[in-house]
Structures are given as C-alpha cells and as structure tokens.
C-alpha cells in the first residue's frame, strides 16, 4: 500500500517536474495533532507518529523523527522503503541540509506552502538559495492520489462559557487591540487553533483529543474576522459576535479575503505559526513578534486554575477506581493492553465534566513500556498478568481543565535490582524538580537537569524533554514553557513565570524490558522574594498513588520520605470524601506511611 502511494507521489513528481517532495506532520496552523485530512505524512509513509518530516525523492523515502518515536518507527514502517533519520534535537530540521547536499544546483523541491510556517520557508531558502535550489507550491498534490481523503472538520462551534474561561472575549480583544496600537499596527493575524480557541472563547471537535477549531482570525482596532466555515455557528453564537465586532467568513475564503483588506496596512503576527500561503495572500507590511496570545494563554486566571484543581480531583476518582479494578482483575486473569485504557476511559466518564481523552492513552507492558508513545493495537495486543511491570500514561478533557498523568505500577514477583534503582531515580529527580525554587523568568533549559542528576549517577538517562505545559480544555501540549535539554527549542527558552501549569515527568527507558516514568501536573507560584528578586516554585495538583513496591527505601533521604508520606496525605485526604469506604480502605494502603 504505501509502495503504490509513494510510486503515484513520484509519478505527480516527475509529471511537474519536481526533485523531492517535504511532507511534514502539521496542518496549515502548526498543529501538534491534527485533523484526519491532514495527514499527509502518515498517508505517505505508514508512520502515525505526532512529530516527523516524510521526504520523497525518485529514489528515496526518508523520514525525520526524534527518540521518542524510533521503537514506532521500526514497527510501523518495518515492511516499507521508508528510511529512519534519527534526529538528535526534536523538531530539529535536519532534513533541510540533506535534502540540499543531495543535489547539485537547479534542482526543484515541492511543498504544500499551507504546511510550513513563514519561519520554516525561510529557513528551507538559506540552504536552497545558494545552490539555486527552488520551492514549488504544490497545494493539490495528493488530489489524485488520496482520492478518499477525509473531508476538513465541520463540527459546531460552542462558546466557551466565562465559569470554565475566567475572562471575557471583550476582555482577551481589548489586549490584543492594545498591542496593536502598542506597535502602530492596523491588524493582529493569528493562524494557531489553541490561540483562536483561547482568545474567542470558542471549542470545538476539529482535532482528535483536543476541543480546538479549524479557522484564522484577523483582529482589527474596529472589527474582527474569524475564517471559519459559517454553517458551524447557530443563531446564539453569531449573535454575541456580532455584540463584539465578530464577523465570520468561510475558512477557505481567507486566500480571497486578505489581499484586499491588507493593502497598505500593518500586521502583527507570529512568524512560527503564520503558514507561508498566508504569508504571501497579504498585500501589506508585516511586524513579527512572538504571538501576544500564546503569552497571555500560558498564565492560567484564578478561575482557569481553581477548575484545574477540580478536575484534578475527578480524574484521581477515576484512577483510583481504576487500579482498584485492574487488581481485582488481574488476581483471576489476563487482560490486553487495549482494553485497559478502554476501561481507564470509562472511569472517567463517569466523571462530570468529561468530555473524552487529551490523548491516545499509552498502556504499555513490560517492554512495551519502554516505546514512549506507544498505541496498543486493538488486536493483538500483549496481554497482562499479575507480574511485572506496567507503565500507563493518559489524561483527559473536562470542560473546566485538561490533565495528563503518567504512573508506573508493579504487578507482581521479584524486581530487578536495576529496575528497583531506575524506579527510585525517577522519582528522586521528579521530587528534585518540582521542590526546587528558583528566580521568575527562568527558562526549562535552564533546570531541566535537575530531574535527571539522579539518574546520572547511576549512568541512566531519557531521551525526551522533562515536561510541557498544559491548557485550561485545550491542548495536553501547550506552548510555551516545559523543560527540555535543548536550549534552542520553544520549551527549553521559554521563562516560567507565576501561575502556569506545567507537566514534570521524567522517566527511564531500556529496549524490551521496562518503561518507567512518573508524571504529576504542577502549578507555578511566588513562593518567596528578596533583594534577589521573586522565586517561583511548584505546587503538585495531580491526585494519584505513586507505587512505592519498586522503591529502594535505603536510597531515599529523609526529605523525600517526608514528601512521598505528605504527597500521600494530600492524595488520600482530597478524594477520601468521593470515594466508598473499600475504596478509601484500598487507598489507604497504597499511601501508607513508609
């Protein structure tokens, strides 16, 4: 299958002319996840992975990921001529540079200009211009060739309301208006879904996992325009729109639409996520700065993070019940992988609120574990029993918080002594992170080790970033604060400032035998301030048992005994009141004092 759909790509190639062909993982607003119609990379290559670049030339099919997704890789793609490129820094554009060391002068490279950001075309042109290297828009490429390609999402569209939001659309305008007068500007253009979404107040169903929306928006000193097909909206959502300058145009009508009303104007916009086709519609001057509204997303409103508090609350309900299930389960028999986070899903369902998961939830087995996002198949896959070890990473959208947590449990037997010190290291440098205090403006690169020094000392390591940010019913992934080793990448530069919520999750990984990783949610704050300045430090909101059957006490200090015995206070007190009393007597075994 993927053989006859790279020969009909390479037929379209020759037919235009065309050297190589990019296809890149996103949609024409960067999205990490997209909607099924825009996933050209897995149609072309069998690799269904998040992150990865797909490049086809007459003679080779080579695709650029990072670590988290070799073991995927290897399984997806083993029985096709696709080639892994194993990317050193995530996101990382390698391909650019083997692409143009490939071919003497004049060669001609195809991309769909609605795929890549004004920043990325430039970045693919510092290499091609020199070697008279062109790009060819070819935005129609797969019309022939994916003749079932599903349609772009046509959901209705809801407001958010102000009791999940916390602020007004009036209020959110109002500062991207000013920022406009800021820089003497007469628009402010933005492409990305999870900025639109926060800013409109608007959710939807557009993208599996994430309650985002397929459109543009152009905000305006005196009127706003939000490109999003019209047959979406019903009468009560135009109608506050229209309160607020709102007007709506058809999606596709943007190409249409910006010429005009740009001419000799000024635009804002943010050059990372402004896709290229847009870029050259808009007849006017731009002005580039980091998108004003991914900064003011990232700093969650009371009420954004009272919600977080309380879907935190319902999502460790739903975990606790589900252990306690799994147990019960496992003591008479086996149960696959897929149907564990079938019925972890169905736990939370129970809860109110839900909406449906952040994520596909990664159930992994023994060696399974250790293949970072792993999907178990619904066939085929492992079965588990009452021994070893098994790592589940999941979350979920409720309308007033997004989670995602990571927890790995023992199931019985005898654990390795190496499993036993990578268990305890992992937790060690989660503790060491998020007790740590330091200065406001910090950057994830700058502290990201603090998770790992432990693992150091034992010789292990991860191979990922240590953390991202969270929405409030929005992406798992959000920008632009994390922890990550690169100091290039958006997580590894971004400062972390007071009131954000962000992941920590280290974890240790060894090939066909064990992934561990333990991930909590945490929630930045002022914790003190001196002649230094203001130092931040963090407050775990995750609510769930940390399985203490694979810790080596002896390795454990004193001060982080006391945390996991007041980390286990605070889980057992908070969903103490939900739950029954056999399931209060369960958990109260798991967070028994060690």
Not at 110 to 139: A, C, H, M
Not at 347 to 360: A, I, L, W
Request: aromatic content about 12%; some cysteine.
């Amino acid at each position: 299958m993927i053989a006859e759909r790279l020969q009909a790509l390479r037929n379209y190639m020759a037919s235009k002319n065309l050297d190589a062909f990019i296809i890149p993982s996103t949609d024409p607003h960067q999205s990490e996840y997209v909607a099924d119609h825009w996933k050209l990379r897995a149609y072309f290559s069998g690799f269904t992975g998040s992150a990865g670049i797909l490049v086809v030339t007459q003679n080779v099919a080579a695709l650029w990921t990072d670590s988290r997704y070799f073991l995927q890789f290897e399984d997806e793609c083993k029985d096709s001529e696709v080639t892994l490129f194993k990317q050193s820094i995530p996101h990382a554009p390698e391909h650019v540079a083997w692409l143009c060391d490939s071919f003497e002068k004049n060669a001609t490279i195809g991309v769909d200009y609605r795929q890549f950001s004004k920043s990325q075309i430039d970045y693919i042109l510092s290499f091609t211009k020199p070697k008279n290297i062109k790009l060819q828009n070819e935005p129609h490429f797969a019309k022939e060739i994916w003749t079932d390609r599903p349609n772009l999402p046509n959901f209705e569209v809801t407001i958010h309301p102000l009791e999940f939001s916390g602020e007004a659309t009036a209020s959110k305008l109002a500062k991207v208006q000013a920022e406009i007068q800021k820089q003497e500007a007469n628009f402010y253009l933005f492409s990305s879904l999870d900025e639109i979404a926060w800013l409109f107040n608007i959710r939807s169903s557009d993208v599996d996992f994430t309650p985002l929306v397929t459109a543009y928006a152009l905000v305006g000193l005196e009127r706003t325009i939000l490109f999003c097909n019209t047959n979406r909206f019903n009468e009560n959502v135009i109608a506050v729109f229209e309160k607020l300058n709102i007007s709506i145009k058809d999606y596709n009508s943007i190409a249409s639409t910006l010429p005009g009303i740009t001419s000799g104007k000024k635009i804002v916009t943010d050059a990372s996520s402004l896709n290229y086709a847009c870029f050259e519609a808009v007849n006017g001057s731009f002005i580039y700065q980091k998108s004003l509204v991914k900064r003011l997303k990232a700093i969650k409103n009371e009420t954004e993070i009272a919600g977080s508090r309380d879907c935190m609350i319902k999502d460790g309900v739903a975990l606790t019940k589900f252990f306690i299930w799994l147990e019960k389960e496992l003591a008479t028999k086996t149960i696959s992988e897929y149907e564990i986070g079938r019925k972890l899903d169905s736990f939370r369902q129970q809860q109110e609120y839900y909406t449906g998961e952040s994520f596909p939830a990664i159930v992994g087995y023994k060696g399974n574990g250790a293949i970072i996002h792993y999907t178990a198949p619904e066939e085929n896959s492992a079965q588990v029993s009452n021994e070893g070890i098994l790592l589940v990473d999941s979350g979920a959208q409720y309308k007033n918080g997004t989670t995602d947590i990571t927890r790995t449990v023992w199931l019985g037997g005898t654990p390795a002594t190496k499993l036993k010190t990578a268990y305890t290291s992992v937790l060690k440098g989660y503790i060491e992170l998020e007790q740590l205090q330091f200065p406001t403006g910090t950057s994830g690169a700058q502290i990201d080790a603090f998770a790992r020094v432990h693992l150091w000392k034992n010789g292990l390591d991860y191979p990922h970033g240590t953390g991202h940010g969270i929405g409030s019913f929005g992406m798992v992934h959000e920008p632009a604060q994390g922890f990550a080793t690169g100091a290039t990448t958006e997580r590894g530069t971004a400062p972390h400032l007071p009131n954000q919520l962000t992941t920590i999750e280290p974890g240790c990984y060894v090939v066909g035998e064990f992934g561990i990783r333990t991930e909590n949610i945490v929630v930045s704050k002022i914790v003190n301030e001196t002649t230094f300045g203001k130092f931040l430090g963090f407050e775990a909101l995750t609510l769930c048992y940390i399985d203490t059957n694979l810790l080596n006490y002896e390795e454990l200090s004193t001060f982080e005994i006391n945390w996991l015995n007041n980390y286990h206070q605070i889980v057992l007190n908070k969903l103490s009141p939900f739950l029954n009393e056999k399931e209060k007597q369960w958990l109260q075994d798991k967070c028994k004092t060690i």
